[in-house]
T-cell receptor
């Protein structure tokens, strides 16, 4: 069984640019959640996808958007990057929809916005 | 809204010392409670969980008991090892919502 993978590992962008982060879910998992972890903070929920549809969203603006594909890979897109978007972005896959079951986390993508 | 508060770190211990990391929560309803661990350069790993009051979660010598009366889920280990050095996150989850995490507590164990 393969785990959750994310790419790239690190990324540097400048303010105003757009970025796409990628996640490959654990085999068979149909739900993916994205979290933003600022330095020294706990992860904050961005949104969740279930069967290619957004299934819940945290307190993040619309410039944060996502996609989930039939093979359960997914993307997080962030437009008009701001300095405060610098963070570790984590994706997590699970079997349950919006439930409190165990979520399997990837290693994250470290985004730096200059 | 729901929230999780955990003790500020860093926590610095010698090998074989006793560990307690405090976690309290505020929630409507009956959440499940979790402890996740994050080793340097890695993602979060589930350490243990409890789904209802008085449940005790345990794994790798760590344990935590879901205390509804004190809204707490403190993490304990009787004898820490250097390999336990990591950041520990307390979290809660309810059906229909995403996980809510505390800010994390950094544990550093020296030999």
């Amino acid at each position: 069984e393969t785990g959750v993978t994310q790419s790239p590992t690190h990324l540097i962008k400048t303010r105003g640019q757009q970025v796409t982060l990628r996640c490959s879910s654990q085999s068979g998992h149909n739900t993916v959640s994205w979290y933003q972890q600022a330095l020294g903070q706990g992860p904050q929920f961005i949104f969740q996808y279930y069967r290619e549809e957004e299934n819940g969203r945290g307190n993040f603006p619309p410039r944060f958007s996502g996609l989930q594909f039939p093979n359960y890979s997914s993307e997080l897109n962030v437009n008009a990057l701001e300095l405060d978007d610098s963070a570790l972005y984590l994706c997590a896959s699970s079997l349950a929809v919006s439930g409190p079951d165990e979520q399997f986390f990837g290693p994250g993508t470290r985004l730096t916005v200059l | 809204g729901d929230s999780v508060t955990q003790m500020e770190g860093p926590v610095t211990l010698s090998e074989e010392a006793f560990l307690t990391i405090n976690c309290t929560y505020t929630a409507t309803g009956y959440p499940s409670l979790f402890w996740y661990v994050q080793y340097p350069g890695e993602g979060l790993q589930l350490l243990l969980k409890a789904t209802k009051a008085d449940d005790k979660g345990s794994n790798k010598g760590f344990e935590a008991t879901y205390r509804k009366e004190t809204t707490s889920f403190h993490l304990e280990k009787g004898s820490v090892q250097v390999s336990d050095s990591a950041v520990y996150f307390c979290a809660l989850g309810q059906a229909g919502t995403a996980l809510i995490f505390g800010k994390g507590t950094t544990l550093s164990v020296s030999s």
